[in-house]
């Protein structure tokens, strides 16, 4: 782990296993070992922001995953601009691969309810598109290399597009506004 200065409270810790040292310290947090305003994942960091107590990272270690952790079926529509292409270069049928898969909520991004979802196998792994779309509407299913996503609004992208769903990501007026969160375990169906 390398640990770099964030601002004049926080650090980024660059680590191996962001999800796994997410769940350390928000644990750390809960006990009281570590506090601080923000913990935020992402692909290869985690950020801790307005830390005013930090435990001995060097003595920690990241957490495995929790059986029990929250599950929600995603119903999909298979008919994304990019189904025939991925489908080519998948050599398989997308929906029955993505059917087939329980996806994990690594860290959240880009936009307010965008969920990162790891899992798939390196094989199903493409590249983004060359040049992005000028709009993605939302609900939008989408995979660019090692993650699958959703778009919880209309916005440019440039992810491979194979269908799209009529679940709201992100709604600002609910308790908790993002329906997907690290952690968060999600399956694709049929709609």
Known sequence: MKARPYGWD???L???DPAGWYRTLLAARATGELSCEEIVPAAETVLLAGITKLPELAKMGPLPGPESA?????PV???GADLESV???WQGDPPTVLRGL??????CGFTPGFAYLTGLEERYQLPRLDSPRPNVPAGSVAVAGPYA???PRSSPGGWQLLGHTEVTMFDPLRAEPALLTPGTRVR???A
Request: proline share 0%.
């Open 149 to 151: 996503g959703i778009y």
């Open 102 to 107: 329980t996806l994990t909520v690594a860290f």
């Open 14 to 16: 660059e680590v191996d």
């Open 10 to 12: 926080g650090l980024l």
């Open 188 to 190: 694709f169906t049929d």
């Open 87 to 89: 489908a080519e270069r």
């Open 70 to 74: 929250a599950e929600v079926n995603i």
């Open 77 to 79: 529509r298979w008919d």
